[in-house]
């Protein structure tokens, strides 16, 4: 039975909605949307590189372009594979009763996955520091319909959210 007499910080509370506070009025993320002509699983094998102006005076364009480079020769390498799994995939699926797409599936994961454990790292090695963000996330396409993976680059609080002791 739950205890009558037990005392609650408040402050927890208070945190909770200076947080909710700051990211009400932080801008809205920057999207930078695959521009390749090649499409797997909504994975583009090539995204923008061109500097957005709202990240003009919070990051270098250099390092922007850095980190899409890093970005593109990851979807590079791992997207031809799952291109040939896809038409060999294609090509069988009437005799493996759909069992041949699966190689696909798992190989578009891991390089979704891959993509996420490097844009991670270029969070914990610059832009946590620059208060942002760089994350994967699936959206809907402007034109269609069709769901499509974006990096979305949100703006971080820059005052801490917590108060050392």
Not at 3 to 13: K, Q
Not at 34 to 40: E, K, L, R
Not at 67 to 91: D, E, M, Y
């Amino acid at each position: 039975m739950a205890d009558f007499d037990e005392i609650y910080e408040e402050e927890e509370d208070e945190e909770w909605a200076l947080e909710d506070q700051l990211l009400k009025y932080s801008p809205d993320p920057v999207v930078v949307r695959g521009s390749g002509h090649v499409t797997v699983f909504g994975l583009s094998n090539k995204f923008e590189s061109e500097f957005p102006s709202s990240l003009t005076g919070k990051l270098a364009p250099e390092e922007f372009k850095a980190s899409i480079n890093r970005v593109n020769s990851c979807v590079k390498k791992n997207l031809a594979v799952n291109v040939r799994w896809l038409l060999c995939g294609c090509l069988c699926c009437c005799c493996t009763l759909g069992c041949s797409m699966w190689p696909v599936i798992c190989l578009s994961k891991r390089t979704r996955r891959s993509i996420e454990k490097l844009l991670e790292w270029e969070n914990n090695r610059l832009y946590h520091k620059l208060c942002l963000h760089w994350r994967l996330s699936k959206r809907k396409c402007e034109t269609n319909n069709m769901m499509e993976y974006v990096i979305l680059v949100e703006f971080l609080p820059k005052t801490p959210l917590f108060r050392p002791d």
